[in-house]
């Protein structure tokens, strides 16, 4: 009897906590269900047409005047080394020596041949005046003369080319081969060596069509890195593109001369500022307000109280303003905090205008 009594009180214990757990989550969900909606707040700033300076700024990587690959024109063993990592080597300096036993013997047989062809020939034509050789006898000596001269010009090219020599002046960046290394020359030349001239620095970059055709060649233009912040470096425009890419900019090219108290190096990122472009009044925003990628910049605008996703077209920077050429009207409003939390057609509060 106790038994019974026991299971009863539990099963009625038990439908009671079920019944209370379901009176209460419907009272829940019949709460939510009042109206309890989640809020996103943002701030906007209306887009305003206002004149950009006269300058605009890009920024682009320095590159070396000149960066050249050595190659072996020659197969051998490496029997010495004149050039290591960072060291600084005038035009024709040697920086290989290439095993020249073989090549050397054969300048030398290239040469004793051209010298008994030259005499030969020489021989044959004293004999022609006086009319002791014919003429097919002077054509074969002169032939002789011609091949053995050909012969000595291979054979001395051979011969210099044990010795790889830099074409520029600059600095050792890379060296790819040691003491007793083999190389090969064409058709699969071994690379031995880097060298780039930086005593003259290009610092190349991207322009938007908008303002490629204000750019000219040799305009002056202002050059800071990081390295020195209070250093103005001038230079020159060297070259501007005539073919876009698939962003449609053009690619510039500005010189200048490396400075011995500064100096600056390739990979180095540098900022140009362009100072030849008319002064336009253009819809500019705020830098932080744009979403997305570099290539596909966008923005949010605040449409009754919705927020909308805009694609957009920008220009050149000015400060922290952004100049926008396509996309938005004067007067929109632009998102410019909290865009982060909210997507397309999220309804939004305004903080402040």
């Known amino acids: 009897m106790k038994h019974w009594k026991l299971i009863l009180t539990a099963t009625l214990l038990f439908i009671t906590v079920a019944s209370v757990l379901f009176i209460n989550k419907k009272k829940l969900a019949d709460a939510n269900a009042g109206g309890i909606k989640d809020v996103y707040y943002v701030t906007v700033e209306k887009a305003a047409v206002k004149n950009l300076s006269e300058s605009f700024s890009l920024v ?13 024109e020659t ?69 002789g003369f011609s091949l053995a001269e050909a012969q000595y010009i291979v054979a001395k090219r051979q011969y210099n080319d044990t010795q790889i020599k830099t074409p520029i002046s600059g600095y050792v960046t890379a060296r790819y081969v040691n003491v007793g290394s083999m190389v090969q020359g064409a058709p699969q030349a071994t690379l031995v060596a880097n060298i780039v001239d930086i005593s003259k620095l290009k610092v190349k970059l991207n322009v938007a069509e908008k303002d490629v055709f204000s750019l000219r060649v040799n305009d002056p233009v202002s050059i800071t890195v990081d390295v020195y912040p209070e250093i103005i470096f ?44 008319q002064e336009r009044a253009s ?30 077209v920008v220009g050149r920077e000015a400060g922290t303003m952004v100049e926008v050429l396509q996309g938005i009207n004067e007067g929109e409003e632009i998102i410019v905090s909290g865009q982060n939390n909210i997507v397309e057609n999220t309804p939004v509060t305004v903080l402040m205008k």
């Open 60 to 72: 682009g990587t320095i590159t070396a005047n000149n960066d050249v690959n050595i190659i072996s």
């Open 75 to 143: 197969s051998g063993r490496v029997t010495d080394l004149f050039a290591k990592v960072g060291d600084y080597k005038q035009a024709g300096s040697v920086l290989f020596q290439i095993d020249d036993e073989l090549k050397k013997a054969a300048l030398m047989s290239a040469e004793a041949n051209l010298e008994k062809a030259k005499k030969d020939y020489e021989r044959f034509l004293q004999l022609y005046k006086e009319k002791s050789v014919s003429d097919s006898q002077l054509g074969q000596a002169k032939l």
């Open 234 to 277: 001038k230079g020159r425009i060297e070259s501007v593109g005539y073919k876009s890419d698939e962003v449609h900019t053009y690619p510039v090219e500005i010189s200048l001369y490396n400075e011995s108290k500064n100096p600056l190096r390739a990979g180095m990122f540098a900022r140009v500022e362009f100072t030849s472009l």
């Open 283 to 312: 819809i500019v925003i705020p830098r932080e307000s744009l979403v997305g990628s570099i290539k596909q910049p966008q923005i949010f605008i605040v449409q009754n109280g919705i927020a909308k996703l805009r694609n957009i």
